[in-house]
């Protein structure tokens, strides 16, 4: 079918060359660059007046209101300009003016986040009758009393202001295992060519990597997959070192900070219990029959006598290769999604009508996909549509995260505007579960649909179980890491390796070489961050199923939900939309959503 839109052209093109129509629109943040040099003066000027408040900003209610508002009024200027400049400079990373605004306006924020660092130690050091006190003097301090119950509740693991200046000063010290890990993955670790489909020599790294692993030439698969674990496995003590001393900087700091470990140091900020962690863990682990069933599904339909972990990744629909046009891909998002009602269908419409998503390639874009967005702009959806399914479905993907962002701002004040990372998955999930619902329903082809069922199992695959054994490695490595153990390279590799057996079962040949794959994951140096992951598509399959099946009051709630921004504790957030977290049902709901989709799969494909 003809395809129309510019990502068809085999030319590259330069912005300037792409039709504006196709591009978001800045303006409604700054008309120009000279109005943004304006506003970035005047915060200039706002950054002096810091100093008037310091020392008197907690003598009364009055004097801490004033700061409050203060504060606001700067970081949403500061805010303003940083969209503007960080939006531009990701559409045309060429452009040197939108680059050096990006840098000028990160400089000034660091600046004014350096000038105000003493207001939570303050703030921290007030006890509750003190703060009760200020409610009755003046209560519209009322609107900050949860702000104020998140700062104070990290009281009890505080320390001397000598003490914490001390952390803070050997903060880049601490820091430096993830920044040397960072460097040597991108930077130093040479890895074997490799030849492809053609047989012709392919300069291979990690970045490759992706690309090789899912050739239909099944050498080439296992060629990239040994040549990425030889390469690792040629770095093993650097990176164990790097591993171990990012754990131990944690583990210091969270004994220091009185936790009773690392994991609830990390699950403290956003006061969740390490029972969620555990529940998540043993659920799973005991349901691995489910991705045993996918991979036998998998084996079966590739036709392999062996199935190995290099044959993962393999597409299952091979020679699947519909495009689909913007104007197509836009119909699919409002049709897909009308079922969450009017009012976000409305809105859904403006990012398309008011140019809210820059849609395709130009040289010097940034390469990725997101959502941006804050209090006083509408959402931004940046693209790099080439009109695959997998574009429709980021398409839909980053709406839902706009249509948080903008429910969450159009319902808070400012302060409780920001929902919190681990809800941030929930919405943009729900759209592409909801994307892939309607094309199960409606499409015609037999070959779309077996497509639709493989992204979507995959989508579990990768997440509901891979970053669930993530979870559990970082886990069982800091228990070690605390009890003493002597971890060494070969000691967490076997952990590693047992771990994966675990979790890929009997029809699934466990390479040896898998042994080292944890020495290519970033998360493990974010402390217990690869959990909200698998949480937040529990949350999202919960929800969609109760919206799908007309469950009372599902989608209002799930509405509801998105209008909560960051007013509450995620757990508690979730509860508005009628998702427990605390309760094994919400996992088991999504692990029988995924089995469904085996077995329709496996019907359908053998119809």
Not at 94 to 102: D, F, H, I
Not at 262 to 288: G, P, R, W
Not at 351 to 364: L, S
Not at 517 to 543: D, Q, S
Request: proline content about 1%; some cysteine; glycine content about 2%.
């Amino acid at each position: 079918m003809f395809i129309k839109g510019d990502f068809m052209t085999e030319k590259i093109k330069l912005r300037s060359e792409i039709d504006d129509k196709y591009k978001w629109d800045l303006t409604t943040i700054y008309q120009n660059e000279e109005k943004w040099q304006k506003d970035y003066e005047k915060a200039q000027s706002l950054l002096e007046k810091v100093a008037l408040y310091r020392k008197k900003f907690l003598q009364s209610a009055d004097n801490l209101l004033a700061f409050l508002k203060f504060d606001e009024k700067v970081d949403r200027l500061i805010s303003k300009l940083y969209y503007y400049a960080h939006l531009n400079h990701d559409a045309n990373t060429l452009e040197e003016k939108y680059k050096k605004m990006y840098d000028k306006i990160k400089n000034l924020n660091i600046k004014y986040n350096k000038l105000t660092t003493f207001f939570v130690p303050a703030i921290m050091k007030l006890d509750q009758k003190k703060l009760n006190d200020f409610y009755k003097e003046n209560d519209e301090l009322l609107e900050y009393k949860f702000m104020f119950e998140q700062i104070t509740r990290h009281k009890k693991h505080n320390l001397s202001e000598e003490k914490e200046k001390m952390i803070k000063e050997f903060s880049k010290v601490l820091n430096n295992p993830s920044e040397t890990y960072n460097s040597v993955i991108y930077s130093d670790i040479k890895f074997d060519n490799i030849k492809d489909e053609k047989g012709k020599e392919i300069e291979f790294n990690d970045n490759v990597y992706r690309t090789y692993i899912v050739s239909k030439n099944r050498e080439v698969r296992k060629a990239a997959f040994n040549s990425l674990y030889d390469g690792y496995k040629s770095y093993k003590n650097i990176i164990t070192n790097l591993f171990v001393g990012n754990m131990e900087s944690n583990i210091v700091i969270s004994k220091l900070k009185k936790y009773k470990s690392a994991i609830e140091k990390a699950l403290f900020q956003d006061n969740i219990d390490i029972s969620v962690y555990n529940n998540l863990i043993k659920t799973v682990n005991d349901n691995l029959d489910v991705i045993y069933k996918y991979f036998r599904l998998k084996k079966e339909v590739l036709k392999l006598d062996e199935f190995h972990l290099y044959d993962i990744y393999a597409e299952l629909i091979e020679d699947y290769d519909k495009k689909y046009s913007f104007e197509e891909a836009k119909d699919l998002t409002l049709k897909s999604l009308s079922i969450l009602g009017e009012d976000y269908i409305s809105n859904i419409k403006k990012a398309f009508d008011e140019k809210w998503i820059d849609i395709y390639y130009n040289k010097g874009k940034y390469t990725g996909a997101y959502s941006s967005g804050f209090y006083d702009t509408n959402p931004f959806v940046l693209l790099n549509y080439k009109g695959k399914l997998d574009d429709v479905s980021t398409l839909v993907h980053e709406l839902g995260h706009s249509m948080h962002t903008l429910y969450s701002c159009k319902n808070n004040k400012y302060v409780y505007s920001n929902y919190r990372i681990f809800v941030a998955e929930v919405a943009s999930t729900v759209n592409e579960l909801l994307l892939a619902n309607y094309l199960l329903k409606n499409s015609k082809s037999k070959k779309e649909k077996l497509f639709v069922l493989n992204h979507i199992m995959d989508m579990f695959k990768a997440t509901l179980y891979r970053q669930t054994m993530f979870s559990e490695f970082e886990y069982n490595m800091y228990k070690k890491q605390e009890n003493e153990c002597n971890l060494t390279s070969e000691s967490i590799s076997d952990d590693y390796y047992n771990l994966v057996k675990k979790y890929y079962g009997n029809d699934v040949i466990v390479d040896e070489k898998i042994r080292y794959e944890w020495m290519r994951i970033p998360h493990f140096y974010y402390n217990f961050y690869v959990y909200k992951y698998v949480t937040g598509l529990c949350a999202a399959c919960y929800i969609v199923d109760g919206i799908l099946n007309n469950k009372e009051n599902a989608l209002e709630n799930y509405l509801k939900f998105l209008k909560t921004g960051g007013s509450n504790y995620p757990l508690e957030e979730l509860k508005v939309a009628g998702v427990d977290m605390t309760d094994s049902k919400v996992i088991e709901r999504t692990i029988k959503m995924f089995d469904s989709y085996i077995d329709k799969f496996k019907e359908l494909y053998n119809s």
